[in-house]
């Protein structure tokens, strides 16, 4: 038996499915997957992050004595070539989007493909309603799982003791200018391993669940990414939280975020179509101005936690959830404009993009989606920032242009654009006009 270990979003050694379920001589590899990186600027951030992580699973594989082959073309040429050295199956882990599926079902034509659910805490086939069904509310799902996120541990992959490395040419390290990439500054916290940023979270974790809401705090556990790419698996995540000294309420509504992750896995694996249309079947009338869209992205709206959020997210790639909604509300309701295009520009710039999160959080905004907010609950992007940074902090920090303003000027709609001195954007839309709007046309389109 020869087995191929094809490392993906699981770049890790420890509780790893592929490699507690493979035997015999086994070829540990990474692709680097021309369909993917073809699509993506030269300067993303991730790619530096993922090529980082990929050496150093090398390192970690060579010291059980095994070794990773790194790859760099179309996953559908290298199994070909793969094939003809004799090789049985293709071990690895599984992903719920279109791509990936397509992808994955014509590479199981060449070679058989075993695919383990490693990324996440269940099998959505496992959890149903009593009629079989899926679930559509979080809260119904997240009960339905009360012996599993009240569980003290959940069971966690050994390495398997009876795998060897395959003779093979493990040689071939492409550098990122081979792959056609720059080498980017990352964020600190993306230099640091899982562990650590477990226990620099284990001390906001005693004050998270009031915390987190503020973005001017760094009050969350800064892993998403780490997750993202498996450099830790949801089990052993799970389970060093739950071992925190900290108190229970706080890490039990942690453990309840993790499983906002599972809920939108769930249901993009039951519901598929959602990936491109609205789950709840409405025809919104969206707005179709592109230059409304370009003013978002480049964070030109004329409202400050807009834009100041929108230019940090261009220039570090990261956003507090806070601001995910916040500006993921805007767009949709306020400029009324469809949430896929907002939903392909965070795929584009997000150093934690994950499909399944991203669209199920984008269609919550949309008021689109599963359990998502009702139409007519729409955010007031000045309160918000008034509510969760008072002083403009995080603002300011961003939109330096605004650093002397009173913060009460910055929280008031039309505040800025007020004072003579500033040359700041003027607003797109006004907050009352587009909230009316948004309800009228959602109104008509939940009634039609």
């Not at 795998?163 to 081979?178: A, G, H």
């Not at 795929?347 to 499909?355: Q, V």
Request: glycine share 4%; aromatic share 14%; proline share 4%.
């Amino acid at each position: 038996m020869k087995q191929i270990l094809w490392f993906r979003r699981d770049l890790r050694i420890i509780d790893n499915a592929i490699l507690f379920n493979s035997q015999d001589e086994v070829l540990p590899i990474f692709i680097f997957d021309k369909n993917i990186l073809e699509k993506l600027p030269k300067n993303d951030k991730r790619v530096t992050f993922i090529y980082k992580s990929v050496l150093k699973l090398k390192y970690e594989l060579q010291k059980i004595g095994l070794d990773l082959a790194i790859f760099y073309g179309i996953p559908e040429d290298i199994f070909k070539r793969l094939k003809k050295d004799g090789f049985d199956e293709i071990l690895t882990s599984v992903d719920f989007d279109s791509y990936a599926k397509k992808r994955d079902d014509e590479i199981s034509n060449i070679l058989p493909l075993r695919r383990y659910k490693d990324s996440f805490l269940i099998d959505p086939n496992d959890v149903l309603k009593i009629d079989k069904t899926p679930y559509k509310v979080f809260t119904a799902f997240y009960n339905s799982l009360k012996f599993l996120h009240q569980s003290k541990e959940i069971e966690e992959s050994n390495l398997s003791k009876n795998i060897k490395k395959v003779k093979y040419d493990y040689s071939f390290i492409p550098t990122l200018e081979y792959l056609g990439f720059t080498e980017q500054k990352l964020p600190d916290f993306l230099y640091k391993d899982a562990d650590e940023l477990i226990d620099e979270f284990s001390i906001r974790l005693c004050n998270y669940q009031e915390d987190r809401d503020y973005f001017y705090l760094n009050a969350g556990s800064n892993i998403s990414v780490h997750l993202r790419f498996g450099l830790i698996s949801p089990r052993t995540l799970f389970n060093k939280i739950k071992k925190l000294n900290a108190p229970q309420k706080e890490i039990d509504f942690y453990i309840r975020e993790l499983f906002w992750r599972e809920f939108y896995n769930y249901t993009l694996y039951h519901f598929p179509k959602s990936e491109f249309e609205n789950l709840n079947v409405i025809k919104v009338k969206w707005n179709e101005n592109e230059d409304d869209f370009i003013k978002w992205c480049e964070g030109k709206t004329g409202v400050p936690i807009v834009d100041a959020s929108m230019k940090y997210l261009n220039k570090t790639g990261l956003m507090h959830n806070r601001l995910r909604m916040i500006v993921s509300s805007y767009l949709t309701k306020n400029l009324l404009i469809d949430w896929r295009k907002g939903e392909k520009y965070f795929a584009l710039k997000l150093l934690d993009y994950e499909s399944s999160s991203n669209i199920g959080s984008w269609q919550w905004a949309a008021s689109t989606g599963v359990d998502s907010v009702p139409y007519f609950r729409i955010f007031n992007p000045y309160l918000q920032s008034l509510k969760f940074d008072k002083e403009a902090v995080f603002i300011k920090s961003v939109l330096k242009e605004l650093e002397d303003i009173c913060p009460k000027v910055i929280h008031t709609e039309n505040g800025v654009q007020e004072n003579i001195f500033l040359n700041y954007p003027k607003q797109l839309v006004g907050i009352s006009y587009s909230r009316n709007r948004a309800i009228l046309e959602f109104k008509k389109a939940n009634n039609s």
